[in-house]
């Protein structure tokens, strides 16, 4: 028996009394990326992306674990939910305009001593102002740097389009205005390099593609090491009392790591290590988040019908945004249908081995957005279920 058969027997066993649509997350699995990540962090504390998570209790599994401190957060509602449900430390990834959030977080001193806004432009400086009552409790400011590699003179660019600011100047001005503001208090530095971080670089049947990405990665991590340092120490000149200076995401851990001017790592995937991180050579991670349809029809030999199982990921429409079919092994999409929303017809000689009612386990593209499906997760120890726990959606929680 494989490996993954064996974990398809165990996955079996562990549900046998649940009927599918159901998801799991392996904490064995869960533990040991944890481990993984803590390991390539060398040292400096990782801040979890609640995005890619969605479940309060794995967040609490996870910050109960040393090398493990804070939260980046998506929204700034999910920010004051988290904030009032009792974690300290949360950091939003993303400007908000959430006026009604801004009041809230301006009137309570637990919101503000807990969270910490991103902020790129002076402009949202003006939105936090306007949602005031008053006076209002200080709010803790983290400013973003574009990480983006652009050659040939900009006329190339590659990297995510996230803040305006990329220079050492442009950053050290807008901290100038933070710190001659009243009600705002300067803490923090943001630089996510997501075309490192988030792109594999071993890419399937492709050795030119891959080579390519590798090198431009080389490349891009080069530039943004000597960027960011220059970048740090303009704005430490200015408010040398910054508390972090975060960086990095699952798939540059280790190298952003290594950089004496970052002081903490974000990273939350690779808890869960969806597909996409299966292109990767500098780390490898055990799945631990899956998802299982129920075979519901068999129209002929080598092809099953499993119910639903649409559940594309963000980003750029293609291929690798789609759940890839895991358990049993050898089964594929059927290229005339794919992943549909209602029902996915699924080809290959395991489906022959497949009786009506069989689960087929899913991997999804990406991680957290698994959990915008399903308001549970059942946690599996061994071939148990040993509980069930709420995603932010059966909490009744869907931010974006």
């Not at 002076?122 to 983006?148: F, H, K, M, W």
């Not at 690798?320 to 358990?327: A, G, I, N, S, W």
């Not at 489906?351 to 499906?373: M, N, P, S, T, Y």
Request: contains cysteine; hydrophobic residues 45%; charged residues 25%.
């Amino acid at each position: 028996m494989t490996p993954r058969a064996a974990d398809r027997a165990r996955y079996d066993r562990a549900t046998a009394h649940l009927d599918a649509p159901v998801a799991i997350v392996d904490l064995e699995a869960f533990d040991a990326n944890a481990d993984d990540l803590v390991r390539r962090a060398a040292g400096k504390p990782i801040r979890v992306a609640s995005k890619s998570v969605r479940c309060r209790a794995l967040l609490e599994r996870v910050l109960a674990r040393p090398g493990f401190a804070g939260l980046m957060s998506f929204t700034l509602a999910e920010s004051v939910w988290l904030a009032r449900a009792g974690f300290e430390d949360v950091l939003l990834a993303y400007p908000s305009a959430d006026r009604a959030a801004f009041t809230e977080l301006t009137g309570d001193p637990k919101l503000a001593g807990a969270i910490t806004v991103m902020v790129d432009d002076p402009a949202q400086l003006d939105l936090v102002d306007r949602a005031r009552e008053g006076d209002g409790q200080e709010v803790r400011v983290c400013l973003e740097l574009d990480t983006s590699l652009q050659l040939f003179r900009g006329r190339v660019r590659v990297g995510a389009r996230r803040s305006p600011l990329r220079t050492p100047e442009q950053l050290a001005e807008l901290a100038r205005s933070v710190a001659r503001r009243p009600g705002f208090r300067l803490v923090g530095l943001m630089a996510y390099e997501g075309h490192v971080a988030g792109v594999g670089d071993a890419v399937a049947g492709s050795p030119l593609r891959s080579r390519a990405i590798r090198l431009m990665q080389a490349a891009a991590r080069k530039e943004l090491a000597a960027r960011r340092a220059e970048v740090v120490r303009a704005v430490r000149a200015v408010a040398p009392d910054l508390e972090f200076v975060n960086g990095g995401g699952t798939g540059s851990v280790q190298h952003t790591a290594a950089e004496a001017a970052v002081t903490e790592i974000a990273a939350g995937s690779g808890l869960y290590v969806p597909r996409l991180f299966d292109n990767y050579t500098s780390f490898s991670g055990r799945p631990a988040a899956l998802f299982a349809q129920p075979v519901v029809r068999r129209p002929g030999v080598g092809v099953v019908t499993v119910l639903g199982g649409g559940y594309p990921a963000s980003g750029a429409p293609g291929a690798d945004r789609l759940p890839v079919p895991y358990l049993p092994e050898g089964l594929r999409y059927d290229p005339q249908e794919g992943a549909g929303e209602v029902q996915t017809p699924l080809l290959g000689s395991a489906a022959d081995d497949l009786l009506i009612g069989d689960k087929v386990w899913f991997r999804h593209a990406k991680a957290g957005e698994l959990c915008e499906r399903f308001e549970e997760l059942q946690l599996v120890e061994g071939d148990r279920v040993t509980a069930t726990v709420p995603t932010y959606r059966g909490e009744g929680r869907t931010f974006l």
